[in-house]
């Protein structure tokens, strides 16, 4: 299979998630802005005017973002280069598939990761068959992304997302199986101290952690897939060896220097 980069390349994009996605003013983005709409502040070669300002400005959310790559994907190789300014004919197709493509290299950036934990962990008969599952799957995925325009539009993600769901639900529970933690998977959490709890091999996945105070946990093995950090204490916390973390949700949470992230994750600017 062609190796397809799984995190955003800007440079290479013509600014699809400042297009795209409609805003609502709030904590993340200064101004309302409807779908399929430029954002007032790209520039006409698709860069972003207020890049270096950008949380002074109030566009917190644009920091976080990470389309996984769905962007230059769709950009250089689905469209051929050919931008949403210079052929209007073409935009409403691409503007359609930009969701679809991203959500589907999110799929594949967790099927990547639980490659890697699976082929990692030895000769287990039930870890061997998982990750030929992964494989197969992953080799679905890209097939349906690597369509184009018309064969996008008619993905049907509603279809697909169980699929994925089920299967690193399972892989999450093979590499948590030697000593689970406690089940908090789609709990509200919002704003809980959680520095007590042990929460190593414990599944997070899908829980509400807005605002949570993770501050010094050892997150080893937490399956995070889905969790909602946005604003989550993580000053000193270990998410080193978590599962399913992406990078907008390291962006959208609060650490400092003496968090540890897994490698590929990169420490946002605004962490102290
Ligand atoms: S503020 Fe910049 S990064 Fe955010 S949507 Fe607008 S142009 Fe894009």
């Keep these: 299979m062609a190796e397809v ?100 290299h999110e799929f594949r950036y967790h099927l990547a990761e639980a490659r890697r934990h699976l082929r990692a962990g030895g000769d287990r008969e039930v870890e061997v068959s998982l990750a030929d599952e992964v494989d197969r799957l992953d080799g679905e995925v890209e097939a349906l992304a690597s369509g184009d325009g018309a064969a996008l539009a008619a993905v049907d993600l509603a279809a697909v997302g169980p699929r994925i769901g089920d299967v690193l639900g399972r892989v999450s529970r093979a590499l948590r199986s030697v000593d689970t933690g406690p089940d908090l998977g789609r709990r509200d959490l919002a704003g809980s101290d959680l520095r007590s709890t042990d929460l190593r091999a414990a599944s997070l996945r899908g829980a509400l952690l807005l605002g949570a105070d993770l501050r010094g946990c050892d997150l080893s093995r937490t399956d ?49």
């Design 224 to 272: 995070l897939l889905g969790a909602d950090l946005r604003g989550a204490r993580l000053e000193g916390a270990d998410l080193s060896r978590s599962l399913f973390l992406t990078q907008p949700q390291v962006g959208a949470a609060r650490g400092d220097c003496a968090t540890r992230l897994a490698a590929g994750l990169n420490r946002p600017a605004h962490w102290a």
């Design 5 to 104: 980069e799984l995190a955003a390349d800007c440079a290479q994009c013509f600014g699809l998630c400042c297009v795209v996605p409609a805003f609502a003013a709030s904590a993340d983005f200064a101004i309302d802005k409807p779908a399929a709409t430029p954002c007032p502040n790209l520039a006409t070669d698709f860069r972003c005017g207020i890049h270096t300002r950008l949380r002074e400005r109030g566009f917190a959310g644009c920091t976080a973002y990470d389309c996984f790559g769905a962007g230059q994907r769709l950009s250089q190789v689905t469209f051929g280069g050919v931008d949403w300014r210079s052929s209007p004919a073409t935009a409403a197709t691409m503007y359609a598939a930009f969701p679809v493509v991203r959500e589907l």
